[in-house]
């Protein structure tokens, strides 16, 4: 079955689309990439899905009108990557305004029940009627509903995708958010174990938004990390972030821009105010590093090892100076992108989102309760069809 895959990140930089080919048993498929596509949001809209995601107020009329210009771009993204539109069925993501997942350790014990809940701006009928097919979207809710935090979503489908080897596996993400997934091995004592996945915190968020702020808006990103490797890292300062709640607590955890927006920025700028510029990002850089860092040694002092590999994709891929402090701060496993093992870097996501869709289509669970903290494995998103 031909699936295409959407998805706009945290980044809120545009849509990644995959067209991809399933056959064969859902935990297991043979699959292949046919085709991928990317288009960028204008940065008008850009501009305004950061501005919301981060909490700022917004006229109903303008959400409305941002969630049809969302769709539009999800559409022309289809398009570009399958003009036959050989595709049977759509997964789509959505573009994430808000997230709101449970507390950790939601125990009830004063007696209330708090629910998580996640938006990701869509007009589904809509794109189900631009792009001609079936569209399965809102993958978070019925995980939510479950009491699970309704992220990473990925783990599950990375696991899927990229089989086992003979130690532990390890794919991260580096998006806006840093999120990883860990593969047990194929063979030994741990082969039985759960596929593990969480949010780390922080990956290009915060980088982007000091470039932004120390170009005046001319810069969305920090090119190959140039700016990071003329600085210093400022280590005692970073080792101070790393003893904050959400560093120090277990999965199942995610998190996203509400979080890790602008105001945390503005926080930890003011910590490194005496900093040069290039410090202060050179400093930031080493953070969305060493969250991931601490998360794995944190694994190893429960009696879990460290994976063999580590492959990495999203758009952080992308800058040197990130790369290279992952290498020096994840000591003994082996850093290296995705794209080795013909994994695209920047088509990851989709590729995922078009399998959990057709997961919906084969009526097969996409979460995990090891992942998640949901009560039970379900199927996840809703579908649409054409009017």
Sequence with gaps: MRVLGLMSGTSADGVDAALAQFKGRPDAPDWALLSTASVPYPAELKERLVHVAQ????????????????????AKAAQLCDPQRSASLVGCHGQ???HAPPPPQNDRSDGVLRRGASWQMLQAPLLAHLVGHPVVHDFRAADLVLGGQ?????????????????????????????????????????????????DCGPANTLMDLTMARL?????VCDQDGALAARGTVCEETLQ???QEPYFLSSPP??????VFGQEDLNRRLRQLGPHAPEDQLATLTAFSAAVVAQDLRRLTSTGQPLPVELLVAGGGCQNKTLMQQLRQRCLGVHVRPSSELDLPEQFREALVFALLAWWHQSGHPGNAPAITGASKATVLGHRVDPA
């Design 55 to 74: 909490g700022e107020a917004i006229s109903a009329s303008h959400l409305l009108e941002m969630s049809v210009a969302v769709t539009e771009m999800q």
């Design 96 to 98: 994430t305004i808000w």
């Design 150 to 198: 309704g992220a990473p979503l990925v783990p599950m489908a990375d696991a899927a995708l990229m089989g086992r080897i003979d130690g532990w596996r390890g794919l991260l993400n580096l998006g806006g958010i840093a999120n990883i997934t860990l593969i047990p091995p194929k063979a030994g004592p741990d082969r039985q174990n759960p596929v593990l996945g969480w």
């Design 215 to 219: 170009s005046e808006g001319r810069e």
């Design 240 to 242: 101070r972030w790393l």
């Design 253 to 258: 955890k995610s998190t996203g821009r509400e």
